[in-house]
């Protein structure tokens, strides 16, 4: 079973995770998969939209960090976006040249948020859950979330980027992280609705309005970047991270030493 399955309606790709069994945890393959997913989108002329979802009960608990974890700790996160693929968070490499809607439901931990404060649209259904969990686990967002999530939700931001507590659909949608709260089982197709909406414009003058739009916010993403670059491998190598995992494994609640 592929962990990404990859669709066409018409000049819209459907983009699904499909580890619904691992809570659709984002490992290294789906991390691959989805950014090529994203090339495809951004390269065939034929393709205007792209719409990012889950399958099962869930958008996404977060990173599987079991997977992804020998590639932060090497200190080249930028490894784990393959280099045939698009990044999907807009941080570590090239963003796909084309819209990208997200449909989230059940529950968006960590990277989703991140891949909302990437994309151009993002959808909820109502009881969705989210939270931003990486301080709460030894370890810091990798995805953007450190300069976007205060840029972009303002005070509130800041405090869900360093308290790693949830939040409801209808906060999210207060704050601005999404554009809409749907009734429970009705976002996907929401999200379609509004692809064909943006499919129905001129294409070329609608990548153009979307590279202008994310030339305002590139040199807070490249500083934001440096930084993180900068400080990944001490946060990685710490004890406090390794604690995060272990504690995580174990289900328990862990003690940081800070160092």
Request: charged content about 20%; aromatic content about 6%; hydrophobic content about 45%.
């Amino acid at each position: 079973m592929s962990t990404v399955t990859v669709e066409r309606d018409d000049n819209i790709l459907m983009i699904g995770v499909n580890r619904p069994r691992d809570y659709n945890l984002w490992n290294l393959e789906v991390i691959a998969e989805v950014s090529r997913a994203y090339r495809l989108l951004g390269d065939d002329p034929d393709l205007r939209v792209g719409v990012l979802f889950g399958h099962g009960e869930r958008f996404t608990a977060g990173l599987d960090l079991l997977s992804v974890a020998p590639a932060i700790a090497s200190g080249d996160v930028a490894s784990v976006i393959p280099r045939d693929g698009y990044d999907p968070w807009n941080f570590l490499g090239e963003p796909c040249p084309k819209p990208i809607i997200i449909a989230a439901h059940g529950r968006c931990n960590t990277l989703g948020i991140e891949l909302m404060l990437a994309s151009e649209v993002a959808v909820a259904a109502t009881g969705t859950k989210f939270a931003q969990l990486e301080v709460a686990r030894g370890i810091f967002p990798l995805g953007g979330a450190t300069f976007r999530l205060p840029m972009r939700l303002g005070p509130a931001g800041t405090r869900y980027l360093l308290t790693a507590e949830g939040f409801d659909a209808e906060t999210a949608f207060r704050l601005g992280l999404i554009s809409e709260v749907t009734p429970a089982g009705e976002h996907l197709q929401r999200a379609i609705e509004i692809a064909r909406i943006i499919a129905s414009n001129a294409p070329l003058a609608v990548q153009a309005a979307l590279t202008s739009a994310r030339a305002a916010e590139r040199a807070s993403r490249d500083v934001a970047l440096a930084v993180l670059l900068e400080r990944n491998a001490q946060i990685a190598a710490s004890f406090d991270a390794a604690e995060g995992v272990v504690a995580m494994v174990e289900n328990r609640k862990p003690v940081f030493r800070g160092k």
